[in-house]
């Protein structure tokens, strides 16, 4: 059974820093592409950032450049969103998703999903 689990959201103040983290398990991801999302109240889920588990090289959201960097840890099976400079429309429930397909910037095309993780920025 395929499971994506997140953690690491929370509370923090404007220009802050978090670390979400995302365990996989339940198969063997290394040819797949994991993607961070996040959806806002009211709003679309929207892309964040993408990284293959084996080329390495990620791709983010104009949003996100700069300031959020998209890792993995192939012995742990985790991938990990750094977002620094935080700012309050920042403000979501953020996903990681798994994809086999090459075109990371759309959700429809995401078969796995985690439960999400609440990342509050304060003002």
């Known amino acids: 059974q395929v499971q994506l689990v997140e953690s690491g959201g929370g509370l923090v103040q404007a220009g802050g820093s978090l670390r979400l983290s995302c365990a996989a398990s339940?198969?063997?991801?290394?040819?797949?592409?994991m993607g961070w999302f996040r959806q806002a109240p009211g709003k679309e889920r929207e892309f964040v950032a993408a990284?293959?588990?084996?080329?390495?090289?990620?791709y983010y959201a104009d949003s996100a450049k700069g300031r959020f960097t998209a890792s993995t840890d192939n012995a742990k099976n985790t991938v990990y969103l750094q977002m620094n400079s935080l700012k309050p429309e920042d403000t979501a429930v953020y996903y990681c998703a798994a994809t086999r397909q090459q075109e990371i910037r759309f959700r429809d095309l995401y078969d796995y999903w985690g439960q999400g993780t609440q990342v509050t920025v304060s003002s």
């Open positions: 990284i293959s588990w084996s080329a390495k090289s990620p």
């Open positions: 339940g198969r063997t991801f290394s040819p797949w592409s």
